[in-house]
C-alpha cells in the first residue's frame, strides 16, 4: 500500500490568503524552512498505478496538476481514481468534489449523515448525487476496484463543521477516522485528520496501525487567540492540540510504528522546520507531513 500527500495543512493553506502570521509572511517570502503546503487530501493506491483520494480540498486541481499518479491517460479522460472517501463535511475536504463535477469516473463513500448535510443544504452539491455512496460505521469496503485494500470508518471525537451548526445535530457518523488493511500484506493505515480528543476507541485504531496520519492542527489550545481577540480555542474547534499533557503528543510517542502529523494550521510553529517545536515532535519520534511525502505501508 502506498500513500501520497496531496496537501498537508489545514483549511487555508500556508500561506493563508488572509493572514499575516510569521509562517505566511516567511512562506510568501519563499524562506526555505517554511514551504508552501495545500489544504489536505492523500491519496492511497496498491502500488498498481491506481488511486483512492481521501478528502477533496479546494485545491484539488493543483494538487492533482503535480502528482502525475493522477493525471489521465494521455488520449482519453480515464483518471486512475476507484473512490473518494469524505472522513467529515469541513469546506477543506469537501469543496473539491465541485472540480470533480466534470466526470464522474469514480463513486464517493462516506456515512449518511455526512452524504446527507451536502446533498439536502446545497443544491450545488447535488451535482455529484449519483456518485455517492454510502457505508455504516465500521462496515468493511473494498477502497479499490480489485479488492486489495479494505477500508473501513470509525467515528471519533469531533463537531459539526460551524457552517451547518444551525442545519444538522452531531452524530457518531459527522467526524471519521479511516481505517484501510491491505489484504495481501496485513499492513494498516490509519487516517485521523479531524480530533477533538483522544477517547480509548481512537487511541486503540491509532495503535493498532502500522502507519497513522493524525490531527496536528494547533500547537497549543490558544494558538488562535493570540492572533485574534476572541477566537475559539483548538478544543472548541474540534482539534486536540499537539502539546501539554492532554495534547496529542504525549499518547503518540508511545506508539510503535510510524506517526505523521497533518492538517496543520498556517499559525502552527512546526510549520517552521527550523523551530524548537518541529524539533520536540521529531525527538519524540513522530514526523511532520508535507505536500509531495510518499509513504510505504
Avoid at 7 to 12: H, L, M
Avoid at 80 to 89: E, F, G, M
Avoid at 268 to 284: F, H, M, Q, T, Y
Wanted: aromatic fraction near 6%; proline fraction near 7%.
Amino acid at each position: 500500500m502506498k500513500v501520497h500527500v496531496l496537501g498537508s495543512a489545514a483549511g487555508g493553506g500556508l500561506p493563508q490568503w488572509n493572514c499575516g502570521g510569521d509562517n505566511s509572511v516567511r512562506a510568501r517570502a519563499q524562506d526555505p524552512n517554511v514551504p508552501p503546503r495545500s489544504q489536505p487530501s492523500i491519496a492511497i493506491g496498491t502500488g498498481e498505478g491506481r488511486w483512492s483520494v481521501i478528502n477533496t480540498s479546494p485545491d484539488i486541481r493543483d494538487q492533482f496538476m503535480r502528482f502525475g499518479g493522477l493525471h489521465p491517460r494521455p488520449g482519453t479522460r480515464d483518471v486512475p481514481i476507484d473512490s473518494v472517501v469524505l472522513t467529515n463535511a469541513d469546506l477543506d475536504h469537501v469543496m473539491g468534489l465541485l472540480v470533480l463535477r466534470e466526470s464522474l469516473p469514480y463513486r464517493v463513500v462516506t456515512t449518511p449523515w455526512i452524504r446527507d448535510v451536502l446533498l439536502e443544504n446545497n443544491a450545488t452539491f447535488r451535482l455529484m448525487a449519483p456518485a455517492f455512496g454510502c457505508v455504516g460505521l465500521d462496515e468493511p469496503f473494498d477502497l479499490d476496484r480489485d479488492g486489495h485494500l479494505e477500508a473501513k470508518l470509525f467515528p471519533v471525537p469531533g463537531k459539526v463543521p460551524t457552517y451547518l451548526q444551525e442545519l444538522a445535530s452531531n452524530s457518531p457518523e459527522a467526524t471519521l477516522g479511516l481505517r484501510v488493511t491491505d489484504r495481501r500484506t496485513g499492513s494498516r493505515l490509519v487516517y485521523a485528520p479531524g480530533l477533538q480528543t483522544l477517547d480509548e476507541a481512537t487511541l486503540a485504531e491509532l495503535q493498532a496501525a502500522d502507519v497513522r496520519f493524525v490531527d496536528g492542527t494547533f500547537w497549543t489550545a490558544d494558538e488562535l487567540l493570540r492572533m485574534r481577540p476572541g477566537a475559539p480555542d483548538a478544543w472548541k474547534m474540534g482539534h486536540v492540540p499537539i502539546s501539554g499533557d492532554d495534547g496529542s503528543l504525549a499518547r503518540l510517542r508511545l506508539m510503535g510504528g510510524r506517526t505523521y502529523y497533518i492538517h496543520i494550521n498556517n499559525t502552527n510553529p512546526i510549520l517552521d522546520d527550523s523551530s524548537d517545536e518541529a524539533a520536540a515532535v521529531r525527538a519524540a519520534g513522530v514526523e511532520i507531513s508535507n505536500d509531495g511525502l510518499e509513504v510505504e505501508v
